[in-house]
């Protein structure tokens, strides 16, 4: 197990945080080439993605705290393998984005189409 001095190296690590860097920056690639039924919760992870591509930098911060307290990667420390470290990435975007529980409901315009279509095949 890791010792929080363990966590605080890694999380300070300029090798590591650059490759923390390097994947959100990935990762955010991938997000702006998304298509999202939720307009609200595409408009959030969009914005991250577009001020990630703006400049990585600016993000590194908002990620690496999740990236090593993550398990795996407490366990691997600089040993992290590169799939591990997306890995905390893809399920960290939406909390880092601020998606929230509302953002997540549906659209009006959605529960319209689905009331519609219920009651047309009724």
Partial sequence: MSSYLNINELA???TFRGRVQAAIAVR?????GETEDNAAKAAKRQQLAATILADPATKVNAFIWLVVTNDSVKAAGMA??????EWVIGWAWDQVAGVTKADLAPTPAASTTTQTLTTKTQ
């Fill in 12 to 14: 300070a690590s300029p």
């Fill in 28 to 32: 955010a690639a991938g997000v702006l």
């Fill in 80 to 85: 992290t393998t590169d799939n591990d470290i």
